[in-house]
């Protein structure tokens, strides 16, 4: 059997002995919290607890089902507006050809214009890692390419049998009042001479 579920920092869930009441009708108190549950409950309303950490505690009397609608709709507001950093990763080969790198290289121009990181990794197998000179200058480039967008963090590394660069989307200055183009003088139309 189930035992029913408890309402957290509600009515008789409240384990502080005095709580600052606040009231519908505006009036604020310190009270005994069997007192300030009480009078919430003659009103036909909940005490729930708002701020615990506050010297009294807070609780103000309110619908329990209003108070968690609007909790859930403040945190769903918060998490559209949050936005979280992913690490997209670009991939080459030491010899990868022109198309191939300009192909890769709008992936992570887009990736970093959307607030990402990008992980460049040049990929080495069997013998290449005895050229990894060229992987490095392939990155090197990448970087340079990207110099608008983003900015390395901590240089290119070598991890096993690949060369890693890690890119930072560069933040954008915002304009401090954009100043107004001075508007090119009127073109003067010339009057064709009286003929005599």
């Known amino acids: 059997m189930r035992r029913p579920r408890v309402r957290e920092n509600v009515n008789e869930a409240i384990r502080f002995r005095e709580v600052r009441a ?70 080459f080969r030491p010899n990868t050809d022109d198309h191939d790198y300009d192909f890769k290289k709008n992936h992570a121009v887009r990736f970093l214009k959307e607030g990402n990181r990008v992980k460049a990794m040049v990929q080495f197998r069997g013998r290449e890692i005895a050229h990894s000179e060229l992987g490095k200058r392939l990155l090197e480039r990448l970087a340079a390419d990207l110099a608008e967008v983003g900015q390395g963090e901590g240089g290119i590394r070598m991890e096993g049998r690949a060369a890693l660069l890690l890119l930072s989307p560069v933040k954008a200055e915002k304009p401090k009042g954009e100043k107004k183009k001075p508007e090119a003088p009127a073109a003067t139309v010339r009057q064709p001479a009286p003929s005599a």
């Open 22 to 91: 606040v009231f519908p009708d505006g009036t604020t108190a310190v009270m005994n919290t069997s007192e300030a549950i009480a009078r919430a409950k003659e009103i036909g309303l909940d005490l729930i607890l708002i701020a615990p950490t506050a010297q009294p505690p807070v609780a103000k009397a309110m619908d329990y089902g209003q108070w968690q609608y609007e909790e859930k709709k403040k945190k769903n507001e918060a998490k559209k507006k949050q936005h979280v950093i992913q690490v997209k990763e670009v991939k």
